[in-house]
């Protein structure tokens, strides 16, 4: 009976050291509780090392702990990835490397075929890099301010407000703020924004003072320009609210669609202007239960863009005949549609907000020391840009209504008219 007895006892002896402590046990619950701190991972190892060195438990609090780094978050010294609302980050943040999304390229046709396969076109394009690479900047500036306007603009705003949120995005995303003398000849706004309402066609623009609201059943065309040294990106779009006018801005953007796709090198305006005219006045619109055509408004186009000027010289119809010239390599055009329920014709009328210094302005003697302080600010902050009363105001003039009326008198500086 004893040997029996000291048999079980060694037996219980021998169990229970092969059971793993309570400690590796509770580690083992930890885990799958999910417990444990990862973070504190190299503390913990450096606590095992210590005890299986020293044979000691607890021995490892006398080594001194490594301090623990904290985690840098990603991204945090990287810069600001996407835009704000309403859009305030320079698109060179946003594009470090400078190089800017290329857009919809539409490849040559016919004769022009060749431009696309021949080595020697293909090396005087990545020549003109630079100046393309201007204008996508330009570009995605105007996408970026466009999508945040299209998106904000609502009735109930008034003109002002909607101009001047258009505005400051603009100078936000191009870097330049256009109140330092010669800023916004860098870049900015490329001529300032219009909004024209209903039988307004054009060129409208609120001056200081203006308190008109945007209404639901209003018909807005919406028309502001980017630059960046001088390279003008001109887009224009028309918002409605009311669904009546649906087809009207579908007449209109399928019209602009199809002069894009019409224009190329050699490609005579008359052309262009008469695949606009079939397309845009194969629609109707139907209000108040009458059915009205589309008809294109014939006195109103597109036209070349030169570097700082807004109107190059060359005119895109959208009418069939009329211009013969052809567009030439190297040329840039803006392709502009207007669609009307109306007479299809405007003219001049309202009140005068569009400026701009003529490229070939006469060298005029002025004898009113306003108007000559006048022309010496219009020429150190806009050059041959567009501008407005506005932005006159903005730089601080004042009592410059007459100084403008002189200098338009004089043909230094040509006022742009409401179109309606």
Same mark, same amino acid.
């Given at each position: 009976?004893?040997?029996?007895?000291?048999?079980?006892?060694?037996?219980?002896?021998?169990?229970? *050291?092969?059971?793993?402590?309570?400690?590796?046990?509770?580690?083992?619950?930890?885990?799958?509780?999910?417990?444990? @701190? !990862?973070? +504190?991972?190299?503390?913990?190892?450096?606590? =095992?090392?210590?005890?299986?060195?020293?044979?000691?438990?607890?021995?490892?609090?006398?080594?001194?702990?490594? &301090?623990?780094?904290?985690?840098?978050?990603?991204?945090?010294?990287?810069?600001?990835?996407?835009?704000?609302?309403?859009? %305030?980050?320079?698109?060179?943040?946003?594009?470090?490397?400078?190089?800017?999304?290329?857009?919809?390229?539409?490849?040559?046709?016919?004769?022009?075929?060749? %431009?696309?396969?021949? =080595?020697?076109?293909?090396?005087?394009?990545?020549?003109?890099? @630079?100046?393309?690479?201007?204008?996508?900047?330009?570009?995605?500036? !105007?996408?970026?301010?466009?999508?945040?306007?299209?998106?904000?603009?609502?009735?109930?705003?008034?003109?002002? =407000?909607?101009?001047?949120?258009?505005? +400051?995005?603009?100078?936000?995303?191009?870097?330049?703020?256009?109140?330092?003398?010669?800023?916004?000849? &860098?870049?900015?706004?490329?001529?300032?924004?219009?909004?024209?309402?209903?039988?307004?066609?054009?060129?409208?623009?609120?001056?200081?003072?203006?308190?008109?609201?945007?209404?639901?059943?209003?018909?807005? &065309?919406?028309?502001?320009?980017?630059?960046?040294?001088?390279?003008?990106?001109?887009?224009?779009?028309?918002?409605?609210?009311?669904?009546?006018?649906?087809?009207?801005?579908?007449?209109?953007?399928?019209?602009?669609?199809?002069?894009?796709?019409?224009?190329?090198?050699?490609?005579?305006?008359? @052309?262009?202007?008469?695949?606009?005219? =079939?397309?845009?006045?194969?629609?109707?619109?139907?209000?108040?239960?009458?059915?009205?055509?589309?008809?294109?408004?014939?006195?109103?186009?597109? !036209?070349?863009?030169?570097?700082?000027?807004?109107?190059?010289?060359?005119?895109?119809?959208?009418?069939?005949?009329?211009?013969?010239?052809?567009?030439?390599?190297?040329?840039?055009?803006?392709?502009?549609?207007?669609?009307?329920?109306?007479?299809?014709?405007?003219? @001049? +009328? *309202?009140?005068?907000? !569009?400026?701009?210094?003529?490229?070939?302005?006469?060298?005029?003697?002025?004898?009113?020391?306003?108007?000559?302080?006048?022309?010496?600010?219009?020429?150190?902050?806009?050059?041959? *840009?567009?501008?407005? %009363?506005?932005?006159?105001?903005?730089?601080?003039? +004042?009592?410059?209504?007459?100084?403008?009326?002189?200098?338009?008198?004089?043909?230094?500086?040509?006022?742009?008219?409401?179109?309606?």
């Amino acid at each position: 009976m004893a040997a029996q007895a000291s048999d079980t006892l060694q037996k219980l002896k021998l169990d229970d *050291l092969s059971k793993p402590n309570g400690k590796t046990n509770g580690a083992t619950t930890g885990v799958a509780n999910g417990d444990i @701190d !990862h973070d +504190d991972s190299e503390d913990e190892k450096d606590d =095992e090392a210590g005890v299986g060195d020293s044979g000691v438990p607890g021995a490892a609090a006398a080594k001194k702990k490594k &301090k623990r780094k904290p985690k840098k978050k990603k991204g945090a010294a990287s810069g600001a990835k996407a835009q704000s609302s309403p859009p %305030r980050v320079p698109v060179a943040n946003l594009f470090p490397d400078s190089q800017y999304p290329e857009g919809e390229i539409v490849e040559y046709r016919n004769e022009n075929s060749y %431009r696309t396969t021949n =080595e020697e076109k293909r090396h005087l394009d990545r020549m003109n890099n @630079d100046f393309l690479n201007e204008y996508r900047q330009g570009a995605e500036v !105007h996408r970026q301010v466009r999508k945040w306007a299209q998106k904000n603009i609502k009735p109930g705003q008034t003109l002002t =407000e909607i101009a001047e949120g258009i505005e +400051d995005g603009v100078r936000a995303l191009t870097g330049h703020q256009g109140l330092e003398e010669g800023d916004n000849i &860098k870049g900015g706004m490329g001529f300032p924004t219009g909004l024209s309402l209903n039988h307004c066609a054009a060129h409208y623009t609120p001056n200081a003072g203006n308190k008109i609201v945007l209404q639901k059943e209003d018909v807005m &065309k919406v028309d502001f320009g980017v630059h960046i040294n001088g390279r003008i990106v001109d887009s224009a779009w028309t918002m409605a609210f009311d669904p009546v006018f649906d087809n009207l801005l579908a007449a209109v953007k399928d019209a602009t669609n199809t002069g894009v796709r019409e224009a190329g090198i050699d490609v005579r305006m008359s @052309d262009i202007g008469s695949a606009i005219q =079939e397309v845009m006045e194969s629609y109707e619109v139907e209000i108040g239960g009458q059915s009205l055509p589309v008809k294109c408004i014939r006195n109103l186009n597109g !036209h070349n863009i030169d570097q700082y000027s807004i109107h190059g010289g060359k005119s895109v119809p959208i009418v069939k005949g009329g211009d013969q010239s052809k567009m030439e390599e190297g040329e840039t055009f803006a392709i502009e549609t207007f669609g009307s329920t109306g007479k299809g014709f405007v003219r @001049d +009328d *309202l009140e005068t907000s !569009h400026y701009a210094k003529r490229a070939d302005a006469p060298n005029v003697s002025l004898r009113i020391s306003s108007a000559r302080s006048l022309l010496n600010t219009i020429t150190k902050n806009f050059g041959t *840009l567009p501008f407005c %009363r506005r932005y006159l105001d903005r730089l601080g003039q +004042d009592k410059y209504l007459l100084g403008v009326c002189v200098i338009s008198v004089v043909a230094v500086v040509r006022p742009s008219y409401t179109n309606r």
